[in-house]
């Protein structure tokens, strides 16, 4: 075990809230009172992507979820509690999901090996492959295809996002609530705005629109 690296982080930490204080000396006071950040970001567990840094946001302003590829998955109870406590509870008025390009988990899901447990998670990308198939199949080149089953991932992942109960009671309800899908260049340190904006249950194809 690398004890200098953990000692590190500890002393890393003590370094960051003295430049903190030093800047702002109530800035630990107004965090301690509570949260009200206009953003929840559902993103990939990469350790390249803070999102955080990405965007400029200081703590307190981006209220965050992640896991392997930025999935939204129905089931996910996890990711449920998370997007159900940021709507309903802290009121955020969008939520992007932001996918990056050279990701692992989507790279895993247009071959056959198996990665063990992941796979079952993986799984859910297949699908997104499996939707667009005709166009992915048509790239020839296997990094451009990539980038671009990076970008289907996240749009599929926006309009699941729409498709939940907590969002579709949200729009029901009239809260003002935006959807986002992004991706970011982890070389460039760009992101792109996929422009998949979803802001109402109009927006979707009629069998998704519920009755609630």
């Known amino acids: 075990m690398n004890l200098d690296f953990y000692k590190k982080l500890i002393d890393n930490n003590k370094n960051w809230v003295e430049s903190k204080i030093s800047q702002d000396p109530e800035f630990f006071s ?5 949260q009200s950040p206009p953003v929840l970001w559902i993103g990939c567990a990469d350790s390249r992507v803070p999102a955080n840094e990405i965007i400029g946001a200081q703590p307190g302003e ?7 590829a930025n999935m939204v998955v129905h089931s996910d109870m996890n990711m449920l509690s998370v997007l159900d406590y940021a709507v309903n509870a802290l009121k955020v008025s969008h939520v992007i999901v932001c996918g990056h390009y050279g ?3 989507v790279k895993a899901a247009m071959g056959n090996q198996s990665h063990g447990l992941v796979d079952n998670w993986i799984r859910h ?4 492959y499996r ?8 790239v020839e080149n296997e990094e451009d295809r990539l ?10 992942q926006v309009y699941d996002l729409a498709k939940t109960t907590i969002v579709q009671n949200a729009w029901k309800t009239g809260q003002d609530l935006h959807l986002h899908g992004w991706v970011y260049g982890v070389g460039s340190g760009l992101v792109k705005d996929l422009n998949t904006n979803v802001s109402s249950n109009a927006e979707l194809d009629a069998v998704y629109q519920l009755d609630i």
């Open 147 to 156: 980038n671009r089953f990076i970008e289907l991932n996240v749009q599929e």
């Open 131 to 138: 939707f667009h198939k005709n166009e992915l199949d048509a």
């Open 103 to 105: 990701c692992g988990g």
């Open 62 to 68: 981006v209220f965050v979820h992640r896991n392997i």
């Open 125 to 128: 990308i297949k699908d997104t």
């Open 30 to 34: 107004r965090l301690a009172n509570g």
